[in-house]
Structures are given as C-alpha cells and as structure tokens.
C-alpha cells in the first residue's frame, strides 16, 4: 500500500505548509494560510473526516483533534493486536469566559480499535461578540467524533462520523449577527492487499446546514436576501485506486472519482463532476495526469513531484495544477476553475543550526462570469512567496529560531501580509532531579508592510478586495511556560505579552491588532491549560 500512503501523503503536503490565523486567540474563526495563499473552496481532510470547503475552511473552529489532524496529517500507529484502552482531557480557561474541554477514549485488541472523541469551546470574545444574540454566554461549538477500524493481515476497514455544531454571535457591521451551523461528516474506507496488487475504495459524505443573517457593507455588491436564509449543502466524494507494484521502486496506479455537491440558497443547484488518473512512482519521483469531466468543460489535471531526504539535507519539489467546480456563491454550476502550485523547498542539517528555504508560487484561474462583481471577486491571481528559517541550538536547553517570509502581497488570494518575521526562543530544563521537565517558548512576530489585497467573507468565505483605510505594521509577543511530570501537563499562555503589560501598568497605550477589516480588533488573552494522558 505504499502508494496509497505516498498519495495520501501528498494531498497533505499544503496542509503541512500551512499555517492557521485566527480573528481572535482562540481561533473561533480565522483563515488558513495555505503556502502563502488563502485557503477557499477546496476540500480538506482532517485524519478520516472529509470536509466540503465551500463555507466550512476553518480547521481551528472544530477544536484541537480537528486542527492537528489537519496540520500534521494522519498516521495509523494503533497495535491492533494489543488490549490498550487509552485516555485523555485537556482542559483550557482564559481571560473572556474562554473555557475549552477535549477529551478522547482508544480502545484497540483483537484487531479491532475503537476512538470517541468529544470538544466544546465557550468563549464571550473581548466584545462579548461571540455570545449569540439575546443570549447568556453558552458554548459556541461542541464537536463529537467516533471512529471504528478493523485489520486482519492485509485487509482493513476505517469508518469514521463526526457532528460538528456552531451556534455562535459574528460581530456585525452595526451589532452583531449569528452564525448557526451543524455538519455531518461520514466516511468509509476499505482497502486490501494481494501479492503485488493492492486496492482502495472511499466514501465520503458531508452535509452542513448553515444559517446566518450576518448584513454585508453597502460597498459588496452581488447578495440577496436568499443568502440570509437556511441554507443546505450536501457532498458526495467516492473514489477508487488499483496500484501494482513492480518490483522494489516502481509502482502504477490508476484512480477514479465521482463528485456531487448540492447547495440550496434561493433554488436547488445540482453539480456532478468527475476526476481520473493514472500515475507511477519510481524511487524518488512521483508523476501523475488525468481529467476532470464537468457538465459545461473538461480540464485536464497533473503533478509532478520529487522528494529526496538523508541524514544531513532534505530536496522537494512540487508541482500540480488542481480543476474544481466554482463556489457557489457566483452562481454558475458546471464551471471549472483552476488552482495551481509550484513549490520547491530545501533543508541543510547540521549539529548545531538547521537552514530551511522555500518558494511557493500559487495561481488561480476561473471564468465565473461575474460580470461587475469581477472587480472585487478573483478571477486570474498569482501569488509568490519566499521564505527561510534558521534554527539554531544555543546551548544544550536553550534554541533560537529565526524565521523570514516575503510575497507579493497584492494579489486577492494572499493575506496582504507583505513580510512576516518571526523570532523565537524556546528553553527546556530539568528540574527536581529530573522529575518535571520546565519548558519555555517565546515568539516574537512581525506582519510588516501589509498591502490593500484582499480578504475572505466571514459567511460566504470567498475572497474579496475592500477599499482599507492605511495598514498598520502588526507586532505581538506570544510567550508559554509548561511544566511536565510524566503524563500530567500545566502550561499558562500570553498572547499578545505587551498589550497585558501596558494594561497592567495602567497605560493610556494599547496594542491592538486589525486582523480583518470586519472583524473587532484583537487585544490581549491569557489562558491556562491542563492536560492529563491516562493508560488501562
């Protein structure tokens, strides 16, 4: 099954170099920063839950489970055949009514392994803008996943459903407005090996009832009052693959998928579309091409890839050119659009520093025919971003990072961040005869030079321009100390460290930061967060 693992591992390669910027500090809603572009209207999975991005691209609303199954994919590293029964919460309580509860049991033996996880954040935000509208404060999200899988020798079989339900405030341009969703997410998985054959066969299913009556500013052209109603989006992904491995470094493969998405907001809109491939992989190259068929055009689709790592230094280098139906938003099923990234990126290791630098350049192409609304919405955008990283062993306990990235910052898909700097401090020391492990992490970040580009819709989520007032350069401080003894972990958090300390020391001076022009500024939060493991 390698080349299902190297698939899969690929699909995951943006969501590896992403990064997840929140509106506020607990994340509650935000943006990802995917490569150095807006992350919209495009699929994503978090370990076995398939998500529709259509409205739903903000992994840091489900909780932390959902958050770093996207950030750092999904390994199966269960003992099948062992008799564990495995545990944990973690539990975080912050300035704001902040108060977030994660909590999981494992159960694996007899080849048979079982997981049920549950989160629920409350948060009133600094406005108290996240309190639903004549309401007390109450919890904004609650997420609950079970997750079964069965393997017997060289069979295996995954199903996994999740519930995932907002009922949150959203500030508005006069008050504020509510955010009312709940997903489904339904996924099954089976996939076997025989001799040089293997097969895999997925089926995903999400539906998301989404209500909201948020008022969009008189500058936004293009909404309709049907887009203040309940609306109702159901997806439907089934995939199949074959792969024959040829010997120790080649292996063939060949995989169909089959879309459906219907979204109602004033009428029922239907889509169907479908994707083949067929590709190979040899030692450390990967290549692939196919189509994707829709009901008004056909594009074709490919990447390439190659990747080459040792003790000392480590080479990418990617390239892929992805078709998907438009957003809904603009109204036009059966339109394609296009969304390419080339990326290279290199690693030198050393004992004492490691260097890293990467290019991304990210293209998107589409012809929604948004007639005046072309102006605001993207239609042909690229987007280049450079970066480096040097991370540096000081001493034994002590490291220091050093972090530098640059783009063109003026396209609608980018963030408008046109320099990010970010330095940080990271300490680890033993303590109590080695009993507690005492950990230090401090980061100082830079969003210098922020351009006019553009921004996505708190609702829609599609990328649009706004005419801003001048943007400021944004500098916070973000400091964590953590104590460990064995499984048993307390940490205390400061985000933005010199907003807390010129309100302490009764200063006329704040530190507030314009993430997004429709959004309250964000100030500062400290929080606490204990986390305690359990095993049998």
Known sequence: MSIILFLMALSLLPAK???????????????????????????????????????????????????????????????????????????????????????????????????????????????????????????????????????????????????????????????KALYNSRITSSNVSWEKQKGALSARIDANHFLQRLKSDYSYTDSLDGFEESFKKVRYLTRSKYSGELQWQKGERLNLFSRMELHSRSVRLDTMRNERWQQWLLGAEYGNFHASGGLVFAEEENKLLWDFSFHLERNNYTIRLFYEQIPAPAHPFFKNPGILTSTSLASAFGKIKTGRWDISVWANRTGYVSNHGAGAMGVAYPENETNLSLGTELDIRLVRSIGLILGYVHQDGKSLISDGVKQRLKITGKGSFRLFEGVMNLKTNVEVHGWLNRQPAGFLLPVEAVPVSFEYNSLKDLWFVKATVTAVVSSFTLSYTWHNLSEIILNASGSDRGNTLDMHPLMPEMGRQASMTISWHFLD
């Open 17 to 175: 170099d992403a990064e997840l910027i929140g509106y506020d500090w607990s994340g509650h809603f935000g943006y990802v920063n995917c490569q150095g572009s807006l992350m919209w209207n495009r699929d994503w999975y978090s370990g076995p839950y398939f998500f529709d991005g259509t409205w739903a691209n903000n992994p840091g609303l489900m909780g932390s489970e959902i958050k770093d199954g996207f950030l750092h994919g999904h390994e199966d590293t269960v003992h099948y055949d062992s008799s564990v029964v495995a545990s944990y919460f973690d539990y975080v309580q912050g300035d704001y009514l902040q108060d977030e509860f994660s909590t999981a049991v494992d159960y694996s033996g007899n080849g048979r392994h079982i997981r049920l996880h549950g989160f629920k954040r409350s948060f009133a935000g600094k406005y108290n803008q996240y309190t639903p509208p004549n309401t007390l404060p109450q919890p904004i999200h609650q997420t609950y996943t079970i997750q079964y899988q069965s393997k017997k020798e060289l069979e295996k079989i995954d199903a996994a459903v999740g519930h995932f339900n907002t009922y949150s405030g959203l500030p508005d341009t006069v008050d």
